[in-house]
């Protein structure tokens, strides 16, 4: 089995790009002839799609979750997903992280890249707009000569790094 780590936006300024995020996901993921785990922080947007995909397709979910209580985070209607995909998880690891959220979010992001055979980042390209964000985490990923699919849903560009 593959282990593919997610990181990416958990909003996008066109939200008609989610669309083809998706549309671009299930391809790649349609061309790995084996069984996938999805490793995943569960956040809104490319996480939980992601692992919403995998598990579709018959995949597992390896949930990484940075911190006890992180479902606070999430809006009313965001933490029913949440809640739900992390009852179908087949491992959950919770993160003790000391600091800020953000400290815990760069370690989740890090240990999902530790994890993983391959990873998908949903990013437009532009620095993280806070610690442990998207581009952190795909630096993290080059860094650790981590195979990256990199899907850009600003330019609608799909690359292998």
């Known amino acids: 089995m593959i282990k593919i780590g997610i990181t990416g936006h958990q909003k996008l300024d066109n939200t008609t790009a989610w669309n083809w995020v998706e549309a671009i996901t299930c391809q790649e993921l349609d061309m790995i002839n084996q069984p996938v785990i999805a490793v995943s922080s569960l956040a809104i947007g490319a996480d939980q799609l992601f692992a919403s995909l995998v598990m579709d397709r018959g995949g597992q979910l390896y949930a990484?979750?940075?911190?006890?209580?992180?479902?606070?985070?999430f809006s009313p209607l965001d933490v029913k997903k949440y809640h739900r995909l992390l009852s179908e998880a087949t491992s959950v690891e919770v993160l003790r992280t000391k600091g800020t959220d953000e400290d815990a979010y760069l370690a989740a992001g890090k240990r999902i890249v530790e994890l993983a055979d391959l990873m998908f980042a949903v990013w437009n390209g532009q620095p993280a707009k806070g610690k442990g964000g998207t581009a952190d985490i795909v630096s993290y990923a080059l860094e650790k000569n981590i195979p990256l699919v990199h899907i850009n849903p600003q330019n609608r560009t799909v690359t292998q790094k």
């Open 64 to 73: 990484v979750i940075p911190f006890d209580g992180y479902e606070r985070t």
